[in-house]
């Protein structure tokens, strides 16, 4: 895991703070969308399949703001649709940062030219760029050519301006262990990303192609063949290694979808990020409220397949912070 060292230890006073006061659910990290509006159509997902009013809305700063300070969560996720479309994102990046978040930007790159002289870099804020495979694969991926050129160059600027800058990599059933080990490669080795996050596709209910997503199995089959020689402890993941040993099939978990909950335009959705079953007027009404319990895999049919990062990372990190042995290993990038 190659989360900085100040980041880590931040993280993981707060998590030991929230236990020490008995709380058992607890924010670590909050998916904010302020806006599902997207300057690509992606076939997989499911977030601009919105009425074109709903497409047209953007949360204002201070709402943004406002459940940030609510939940509590250290870390925040700015996603959508594509943020940079947000005509207030620069000044709420930066009153996030004041607040010291760390703050993500999830972003397909493509207005980052036009954007990046409102930001400055910091240790609380990065890129989180959306790559999903290399030229081919990605502009198949995000339905349109000469995308991946454009978001390489944005990166290399990013970088340019000393920005730190994460990826983030959605696999699916058209993805052999060779396209997984070349696109990590290149992220590691030439584009030199400071971190890179992988996931399964989730089945959107409502994403346009239906017929790619990963089933269990075969997500476990990839990611072992594909970790396999070592190439785990070469790749520089924002991830836990029991993670990773989570995808390979090698540990198995329990969904806790309350750790990283999801505010949009709508309110605080139920359960998170990937599925809507709902909106709390509140987080606390989220958190007390929604049966937790009848949501991840073995429980609900629409999660059978689901092992995205956004439920299932929060339960590895909590796993590993209560051994020493797995903390060790997190350490040491195992």
């Given at each position: ?5 100040r980041q ?10 929230q236990?020490v ?43 943004a ?45 493509l ?44 990166v290399?600027?990013?970088?340019r ?6 990826t ?10 060779q ?40 997500t476990?089959?990839?990611?072992r063949k ?18 990773l ?10 969904c806790t ?18 599925m ?21 895999r073995?429980?609900?049919?629409r ?16 796993a ?9 290993r ?5």
């Open positions: 895991m190659s989360m900085p060292v880590a230890l931040r993280i993981g006073g707060y998590i030991l703070g236990r006061r008995g709380r058992a659910k607890f924010p670590l990290l909050l998916e904010l969308e302020p806006l599902f509006a997207c300057n690509l159509k992606c076939a997989g997902c499911g977030k601009i399949q919105h009425p074109a009013d709903v497409l047209k809305r953007r949360m204002p700063v201070e709402q703001v406002a459940a940030v300070e609510e939940c509590g969560a250290p870390m925040v996720s700015i996603a959508g649709g594509e943020p940079l479309m947000h005509p207030e994102i620069g000044e709420m990046v930066r009153r996030l940062v004041a607040m010291k978040r760390y703050v993500f930007l999830c972003t397909n790159a207005l980052i030219p036009k954007k990046i002289d409102q930001f400055e870099p910091s240790p609380y804020f990065a890129w989180t760029v959306h790559i999903d495979g290399l030229r081919e694969r990605h502009d198949a991926s995000v339905c349109k050519e000469g995308v991946f050129d454009q978001v390489v160059e944005a290399r600027e990013c970088r301006r000393g920005f730190r800058v994460t983030n990599t959605t696999f699916f059933n058209t993805d052999s262990p396209t997984v080990i070349d696109v990590l490669d290149y992220l590691n080795d030439d584009l030199r990303v400071d971190e890179m996050m992988i996931s399964p596709g989730y089945a959107y209910e409502k994403a346009p192609d239906q017929e790619h997503f990963l089933g269990v199995q075969e476990r089959a990839l990611f594909a970790f396999s020689g070592g190439n785990r402890r070469r790749w520089r993941f924002n991830h836990t290694p029991l993670f040993d989570f995808l390979e099939g090698r540990a198995d978990f329990a979808a309350w750790a990283i909950p999801s505010y949009s335009l709508f309110g605080w959705q139920r359960p998170c990020y990937l809507a079953d709902g909106y709390a007027a509140s987080y606390r009404e989220l958190v007390e409220d929604t049966d937790w319990d009848s949501y991840g073995g429980r609900d049919p999660c059978a397949n689901c092992m995205a990062h956004c439920g299932y990372e929060p339960t590895a990190v909590f590993t912070l209560s051994s020493l042995k797995e903390s060790l997190a350490i040491r990038g195992g």
